[in-house]
T-cell receptor, first 116, second 111 residues
Framework: DAGVIQSPRHEVTEMGQEVTLRCKPISGHDYLFWYRQTMMRGLELLIYFNNNVPIDDSGMPEDRFSAKMPNASFSTLKIQPSEPRDSAVYFC??????????????FGDGTRLSIL | SQQGEEDPQALSIQEGENATMNCSYKTSINNLQWYRQNSGRGLVHLILIRSNEREKHSGRLRVTLDTSKKSSSLLITASRAADTASYFCATDVRGDDKIIFGKGTRLHILP
């Protein structure tokens, strides 16, 4: 079975540009998570969805960040406008079960984002 | 210490030796998970241990949980070169609907 698929794997863009990260979760999984990983702050949960509905977006750093899940097989994380401090690796993960954090999460290989 | 803090930050051992990593946390949890991350890849789930469990095994992995000390350990026995990776603990904080990852332990297996 295919795992969580993220695209692009790498993104380099200039400050002020809009960035869109994409994620396809594992089929049948009802939870989808977006994380950001940096050396300074480690892995941080940004937002998670249950059955395509955003449940907790308290980790989203600023209004410049937005996430959508239009259907069960696709989610986007958008940054507009982007800033150099947004440079990080962004991970998408999905899981299936009766709660968000009491079963294994399956991670994609991430998008390495560099804002110049 | 912060919630989900691993110790040591880095560990180098000879192939064949056992590797032990520790995770400490501050608040009550529902469960604790261990993940592995190879360089340039996403995290891979290893073991989930619930707050009412004390020990779990999976192959060469052994995880313990001591809720009275708010700590967990991950033991990898008979280490192999392929075990070289970063290892993270993640705590499901009780009553807070949050998952918090530690900063990880970088494990390097020497040939």
């Amino acid at each position: 079975d295919a795992g969580v698929i993220q695209s692009p794997r790498h993104e380099v863009t200039e400050m002020g540009q809009e960035v869109t990260l994409r994620c396809k979760p594992i089929s049948g999984h009802d939870y989808l998570f977006w994380y950001r990983q940096t050396m300074m702050r480690g892995l941080e949960l940004l937002i998670y969805f249950n059955n395509n509905v955003p449940i907790d977006d308290s980790g989203m750093p600023e209004d410049r960040f937005s996430a959508k899940m239009p259907n069960a097989s696709f989610s986007t994380l958008k940054i507009q406008p982007s800033e150099p401090r947004d440079s990080a690796v962004y991970f998408c993960a999905s899981s299936k079960g009766w709660g968000p954090f009491n079963q294994p999460q399956h991670f994609g290989d991430g998008t390495r984002l560099s804002i110049l | 210490s912060q919630q989900g803090e691993e110790d040591p930050q880095a560990l180098s051992i000879q192939e064949g030796e056992n590797a032990t990593m520790n995770c400490s946390y501050k608040t009550s949890i529902n469960n604790l998970q261990w993940y592995r991350q190879n360089s340039g890849r996403g995290l891979v789930h290893l073991i989930l241990i619930r707050s009412n469990e004390r020990e779990k095994h999976s192959g060469r992995l052994r995880v313990t949980l001591d809720t009275s000390k708010k700590s967990s350990s991950l033991l990898i026995t008979a280490s192999r070169a392929a075990d070289t990776a970063s290892y993270f603990c993640a705590t499901d904080v009780r009553g807070d609907d949050k998952i918090i990852f530690g900063k990880g332990t970088r494990l390097h297996i020497l040939p």
